[in-house]
Each structure stands twice: as C-alpha cells, then as structure tokens.
C-alpha cells in the first residue's frame, strides 16, 4: 500500500520458521515500547508493548526483548504464518511530559508458503 | 469495542486549499494523537489532544492545527496546502499516560495536485 515500504529492510522467511525483527532506539530515557503492524493500506496495528522496568515481555506467538544497555530492541514471532507478512514498526515513547511516539524505519516482513 | 474510526479514506486536493480531516476515537479513550506518514516512511507525531486542548506538538508548521471535542472525537486542519502535504494521516487514541498503548485508525490518504 501506499503508507508502507518501497525501501524498508526486508526479512524473508518460510511458514513455520521463527522470525526476529530487530529495532534500535534513539532516546536512553524513552520509558514505553511498542511494536506495531502494518499491512497494506492499513494503520498500524498494537501488537506488544515493554515497559523499561522489564527486559523480555511475551503474548501470543510474539515475544520482545528489550536491551537497554545498547538501546535495542527485538520482536521475535514464533511460527511465522503468511499472514504475518505486513511492515513491523517499533516505537519508543518520548518522556516528554506527554506520550509522543516515534517510530524506528520499518522492516518488512515476507513469509512464503 | 469500537476501534478508531477515521474519514474520509481518500482525498483529493489542490495545492493552497483547505482540509479538515476527522477521527471518532477508540471508546474509553480521551486522549486523541495525530500523525503523518510520507510514503515509504514510519509515522511522524504531529500533535496530541487531551482535555479539548493541545498538550504536545512536534515538528509541523502552524498551518497544521486541530481540535478535540467532548465527546474525545478530534479534526485535524491543513491550510496553505503544498504539494509536500501529501501523506498518510493517522489518528490514534488512547488513555492518558505515558504507557498507555496508542490504537491507531486506517488513517486518511491526502493527495496534493
């Protein structure tokens, strides 16, 4: 779509595989992480988030690691379904007295059959 | 639950007039964010509503304003118009504090002739 991806990074995996996206942040004293997906023609869609106090926080099939020590962050997907093909965005809220995201380039990611 | 609705979907305009875009925040929300997203890019924070009133602002020139009304619903209004204001618009809502997810809608496609 129109919103997502002509130069994106691009990560290509097979069904079924374990997928990991990884995203570094700017901001040592960003507080709030959240990953997002977006598909084509779509907003971007809540899929984790990780407070700072935590280095690891898993839901359903997804799983992110937070490193602050390198300012790093990571979305792992576990058995990655075709569906999950769409741009994966990482955001870290700004402690700037309100929540402003910002939002890390983008990796798009393609799962074959 | 209803999710966070945006209109219109598409938009045509030319460079020098006016728009008004429009977002119904996700319901138990009342904080309202908007962003842009050029092609190819991830969102850029351009203000926040909370309280009817405008509580933080980035990069974006004072011909980008908006409102929020009591019933947390919010505009977002481009005057002067340039043909770099084509763009994805996104709205998301949330509830107030910093590690509030925000819920994004599927955004309004601005094109600039």
């Known amino acids: 779509g129109e919103s997502v991806g002509l130069h994106l990074p691009t990560l290509s995996v097979q069904e079924g595989d374990n997928s990991i996206i990884n995203c570094a942040y700017s901001?040592?004293?960003?507080?709030?992480f959240i990953w997002y997906k977006q598909e084509s023609g779509k907003g971007p869609q809540f899929i984790i988030d990780i407070r700072s106090n935590m280095d690891k926080r898993q839901g359903q099939r997804v799983t992110v690691l937070l490193n602050k020590t390198v300012k790093h962050l990571s979305l792992q997907i576990a058995a990655t379904q075709p569906g999950d093909s769409a741009v994966y965005f990482c955001?870290?809220?700004?402690?700037?007295?309100?929540?402003?995201?910002?939002f890390g380039t983008g990796t798009r990611l393609l799962v074959s059959p | 639950e209803t999710g966070v609705t945006q209109s219109p979907t598409h938009l045509i305009k030319t460079r020098g007039q006016q728009v008004t875009l429009r977002c119904s925040s996700q319901s138990g929300h009342n904080t309202v964010s908007w962003y842009q997203q050029a092609l190819g890019q991830g969102p850029q924070f351009i203000f926040q509503y909370y309280r009817e009133e405008e509580n933080g602002r980035g990069n974006f020139p004072p011909r980008f304003s908006g409102l929020q009304f009591p019933n947390y619903s919010s505009e977002l209004n481009v005057n002067a118009l340039e043909l770099d204001d084509s763009a994805l618009y996104l709205c998301?809502?949330?509830?107030?504090?910093?590690?509030?997810?925000?819920?994004f809608g599927d955004g309004t496609r601005l094109s600039i002739l």
């Open positions: 998301a809502s949330s509830r107030q504090g910093m590690d509030q997810p925000q819920h």
């Open positions: 955001a870290e809220a700004m402690n700037t007295g309100f929540q402003k995201l910002v």
């Open positions: 901001n040592s004293a960003s507080d709030y």
